[in-house]
């Protein structure tokens, strides 16, 4: 499942974002690239224990934890400190699929982290720059993602993906990946659709007695299906 979520960010927090990164030193994206992505990965990145990464990325955990879109759709167990990139003219980084585990060079849980979801959290608007669409693939076709500043796409981390060369401007995101409470992609996107329908009965029909039920189904099976 590929989960838009809107305004993880407002304006005013990608603004201080933006300042503060436009003004830091940007180093070679290939720093946190495996042996095989390092190939095909040209891009700009922060070092994960710059000052302005540490500070913009817990604005960023900040925000995520209040997000009820977001804490629905990944069921976070853990999430990596957010690091940062840039996209400038002629960059790209071409097909791959993101290492299964990360190990954490900042923050108090330094212990591996399985990677079952992959998030990019756009922090350019998009007429700033041409090219730079993140594409997608999975098992229902390819997808081009390309979202206003402040906005997230959470993607499995197991898929292929590309950033397609930048033509014009330049591409400004913060990238991270989540390991879940749920691991099964197929039992994270149920939960996710039986949480939509159960708020959106909620808004229309609060009173209704089977809503009782129907939530006590959503954390049985939270219940069954979740590590801790
Ligand atoms: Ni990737």
């Known amino acids: 499942m590929l989960l838009h979520v809107t305004q993880v960010l407002s304006p005013e927090d990608v603004a201080r974002c ?6 830091a030193d940007w180093a070679d994206g290939r720093i ?32 995520l934890q209040r997000h009820p879109t977001f804490m629905a759709g990944a069921l976070p167990r853990r999430i990596f400190p957010p690091l940062f990139n840039c996209y400038r003219e002629g960059q790209s980084f071409g097909f791959h699929v993101d290492n299964a585990v990360r190990y954490p060079r900042t923050g108090e849980d330094r212990s591996p982290l ?12 998009p007429d700033d720059y041409d090219g730079g669409e993140l594409v997608i693939e999975d098992s229902f076709g390819t997808h081009s993602v390309k979202l206003p500043a402040g906005d997230l796409i959470l993607y499995p ?27 099964d992609e197929g039992e994270r996107r149920l939960l996710f659709d039986l949480d939509v ?12 007695p089977a809503l009782v039920s129907l939530v006590g189904v959503y954390h049985n099976l939270l219940r069954r ?3 801790t």
């Not at 690239?33 to 900040?62: M, V």
């Not at 397609?164 to 990946?177: H, K, L, Q, Y």
């Not at 329908?197 to 909620?202: F, G, K, R």
């Open 225 to 227: 299906w979740s590590e």
């Open 18 to 23: 933006r300042q503060r990164l436009d003004a």
């Open 32 to 63: 946190t690239a495996g042996y095989q992505s390092a190939k095909a990965k040209h891009n700009l990145q922060l070092p994960d224990d710059h000052p302005a990464a540490r500070e913009l990325g817990a604005l960023i955990l900040e925000r």
């Open 114 to 125: 399985r990677t079952d979801l992959s998030a990019t959290l756009f922090l350019s608007h």
């Open 157 to 183: 981390a197991s898929s292929l993906h590309q950033v397609m060369p930048i033509t014009r401007g330049e591409r400004v995101a913060s990238f991270f990946w989540i390991q879940s409470l749920v691991r």
């Open 197 to 208: 329908s159960i708020q959106s009965l909620t808004q229309q029909q609060a009173e209704h």
